[in-house]
């Protein structure tokens, strides 16, 4: 019983100085968006964010320079159909993570990108969260999930096409 008398002590002690930590209790990792294909109006960033805070948190929004506005994507097989919605907030519970990743489930959505992602560069976003509010990541820009080679080369063959 004593080791869960310090338990209790040291959670007691954690909630008493989470006001203050509470900016640092949500970690970003690595944060990837997909290049695009020729004149695809939206792109898609991948990240995963952990929740390493005693408080349960929230994604409430995102935004890039990259892009006209990023929404807050889910996607789901319904029968073998793949749906796309837009979530008002992605909840991440203290102590656990999410997992962005092509090819299901959440991910951010880059709605009417400025110009076409390509592979190597890298695009600035702000992520709000609820309680943790603006952290700053970079997505780097990475070839992913191409269905066809064909497509692949074809969109670097357009990639040094700049019409601005
Ligand atoms: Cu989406």
């Known amino acids: ?3 869960l008398r310090t338990f209790a002590t040291a959670l007691l002690f954690a909630s008493a100085s989470l006001h203050a930590q509470e900016d640092k209790a949500i970690a970003v990792g690595k944060a990837v968006a997909r290049a695009t294909v020729g004149k695809q109006p939206n792109g898609a960033a991948f990240l995963q964010i952990e929740n390493r805070g005693k408080t349960d948190d929230a ?15 889910t996607m789901s097989m319904e029968g073998d159909v793949m749906r796309m919605r837009a979530l008002d907030r992605l909840e991440i519970k203290a102590g656990q993570a999410v ?6 489930g959440a991910h951010l959505m880059l709605m009417g990108l400025k110009k076409p992602l390509a592979a190597g560069e890298s695009i600035p976003m702000t992520l709000n969260f609820r309680n943790a509010g603006k952290v700053e990541v970079t997505a780097e820009v990475a070839a992913m999930g191409m269905p066809k080679p064909a497509a692949a080369a ?9 019409h601005d």
């Open 154 to 162: 074809d969109a670097h063959a357009h990639g040094h096409h700049h």
């Open 59 to 73: 994604l409430l929004s995102a935004s890039s320079p990259a892009a006209s506005r990023v929404e807050i994507h």
């Open 99 to 104: 997992v962005m990743k092509p090819g299901g």
């Open 1 to 3: 019983m004593t080791l």
